[in-house]
């Protein structure tokens, strides 16, 4: 059983950066591929970002392409989210989630992950 925790939640002003982390337990860490989702009040989850378990492939929801960056270091079983240009509408609740891996990230960014972490809380506000 693999078990995800969030942190680096917090409230930004619009342009701000954060940086989410997520630290795993469990069985082999780089025999799974890491995600990142996030609810906003009111609406869908949506799949942001996915990487693979050696770190060879990721990608990103159109959405956050080119301000967010997902990144991993299996050595401290670790997944991050560096997110930089945040804007209000970025403002929700974060999800790490993990399945197992897959040689391509390419249309996994919102598939079916099993395994989820409690979340972290992002505002963006001025």
């Known amino acids: 059983q693999l078990q995800l925790v969030e942190s680096g939640g917090g409230l930004v002003q619009p342009g701000e950066s954060l940086r989410l982390s997520c630290v795993a337990s469990?069985?082999?860490?780089?025999?799974?591929?890491i995600g990142w989702f996030r609810q906003a009040p009111g609406k869908e989850r949506e799949g942001l970002s996915c990487?693979?378990?050696?770190?060879?492939?990721?990608s990103y929801a159109h959405s956050v392409k080119g301000r967010f960056t997902i990144s991993r270091d299996n050595a401290k079983n670790m997944v991050y989210l560096q997110m930089n240009s945040l804007k209000p509408k970025d403002t929700a609740v974060y999800y790490c989630?993990?399945?197992?891996?897959?040689?391509?990230?390419?249309?996994?960014?919102?598939?079916?992950?099993?395994?989820w972490g409690q979340g972290t809380r992002v505002t963006v506000s001025s």
């Open positions: 990487i693979t378990g050696d770190g060879g492939s990721t």
């Open positions: 989630v993990a399945d197992a891996s897959y040689d391509d990230t390419n249309g996994r960014v919102d598939a079916s992950y099993d395994y």
């Open positions: 469990g069985y082999r860490f780089d025999d799974y591929a």
